[in-house]
């Protein structure tokens, strides 16, 4: 079992950065692959970001491709999502997510724990 708690999030102008972070309890923390998703008001949550257990593989959304980056200190049980060039439409609350595996997976339902999520808002 592990929780996954997430802060960084909050209010900023386009064109703006901010960077979220998930810090995950237990010490196992190196097995786990982690994602990261949104969800806006009406909308599904969607996939964001994933990396390996190891934080040799990335994935991305075409979204947001060139603007986020994730990262992962298996030493600070962490997982990041750096986010620069922000813009309205990135607007939604973002989850972290964590998996059993080493695979990069960009579906909902391949992950086993999720975070309370943190709120970005992205002003015009």
């Known amino acids: 079992q592990v929780q996954l708690v997430e802060s960084g999030g909050g209010l900023v102008q386009a064109g703006g950065s901010l960077r979220l972070s998930c810090a995950a309890s237990?010490?196992?923390?190196?097995?786990?692959?982690m994602g990261w998703f949104r969800q806006a008001p009406g909308k599904e949550r969607d996939f964001v970001a994933a990396?390996?257990?190891?934080?040799?593989?990335?994935g991305y959304a075409d979204s947001v491709k060139g603007r986020f980056t994730i990262s992962r200190d298996n030493a600070k049980n962490t997982v990041y999502l750096q986010m620069n060039s922000l813009k309205p439409e990135d607007t939604a609350v973002y989850y972290c997510?964590?998996?059993?595996?080493?695979?990069?997976?960009?579906?909902?339902?391949?992950?086993?724990?999720w975070g309370q999520g943190t709120q970005v808002t992205v002003s015009s």
């Open positions: 997510a964590g998996r059993i595996g080493k695979v990069v997976v960009t579906t909902t339902d391949e992950y086993d724990y």
């Open positions: 237990g010490r196992t923390f190196s097995s786990y692959a």
């Open positions: 990396i390996s257990r190891s934080g040799f593989s990335t």
